[in-house]
């Protein structure tokens, strides 16, 4: 059973028993995915020339191949692989842009387990080409999504071993910047962008 | 049967006379393929700190996965999609660059045919943003490679209704780049797009 409240936000009432945990309260986004939200924020930007990024499509080894007549061919037998880049690249105002984004259920941190050492080589190989790196990271429980730049996840990721595997949220509050969750961009990621590109440019 | 001639190259001389069609000249890539040789060069830029470059997946509309314990996910249905951008991109010199490899036979021109309207849409868009977007032209049949900045490709595309649907060799030659074959890289096409960078920074 759903309650639409105030403000357009839309909370979930248990009707079976059997459901316990609590659902999320979904706002502007009703229960997209934070992929989809991406997504249909590139398309905003794009649509509206204010940035060319697209999200690379799933790296898959391809076994088997049928190619009946009359249709299309078809994949029967193939595998998922590691992708040696991040999910996210284009271009915005000259500059490179290269993210990935990542999701969690926790309230008070950012586990660093959600990244993997490939996407933190390539975030670094582009860096040091001048581009401009960084990760989206999606509060689930919160509804809440932060801009973070690569250098600060690179600081935890390279100390984690001594001292801790994830990164609080008050240091994402303060070093990162709050992306605005509305309808179009769904998140609007992209004033953090220009302001890294600016901060570079004068350098 | 394999003759080897002067200067490394490897010519097939047909043994059986069901194979009557001539095989190209084998020189230093011996048989790669050319998207396999790009990769290569890739390889090379990205080892030697010159570029960030990768091809992107073939995008892929999977239908349904099986889940077998104990080892890997498997894709049993699955099928190709279009994909809405070029093969390649990444950053070079604080530059973001874009570009599609396409190969012919022909021997004095390169058809039109072989590029599809959401290719040049989204060079279009990225040279909008001021990304470097060219394209890397294989003639298979001479063993020869050429960089061609996507502005000429772009004029061809345009009028091709009115003018003509392919883009003449001696045209290439003139406004192109031709790229050096090798081995290490296989293909150097950078010094193309490092002069193009800096004439877009000199304006």
Not at 23 to 33: F, L, N, S, T, V
Not at 43 to 58: E, F, G, Q, S
Not at 146 to 163: C, G, K, P, S
């Amino acid at each position: 059973m759903a309650i639409r409240y105030p403000k357009g936000s839309l909370q979930y009432v248990n009707s079976s028993s059997k459901r316990k945990t609590k659902r999320p309260i979904e706002y502007g986004h009703r229960g997209m995915k934070f992929e989809e939200m991406i997504n249909q924020s590139n398309d905003y930007y794009l649509n509206r020339h204010i940035a060319v990024i697209h999200k690379k499509p799933t790296p898959i080894q391809i076994v088997n191949v049928d190619y009946p007549k009359r249709s299309a061919a078809k994949i029967t037998e193939a595998y998922f692989t590691q992708a040696s880049t991040t999910d996210y690249n284009g271009v915005v105002h000259h500059c490179y842009i290269d993210f990935e984004a990542k999701e969690t259920k926790n309230k008070t941190s950012f586990p660093l387990s959600n990244f993997h050492q490939h996407q933190i080589d390539h975030m670094a190989a582009c860096t040091e080409q001048g581009g401009i790196c960084f990760v989206l990271l999606w509060f689930s429980s919160l509804n809440r999504c932060f801009y973070l730049d690569f250098a600060i996840l690179n600081d935890y990721w390279q100390h984690q071993e001594t001292r801790r595997k994830s990164i609080p949220l008050n240091v994402i509050e303060q070093e990162g910047v709050e992306c605005p969750i509305g309808i179009a961009p769904v998140i609007d990621y992209i004033q953090p962008v220009l302001k890294q590109i600016e901060k570079q440019n004068n350098r």
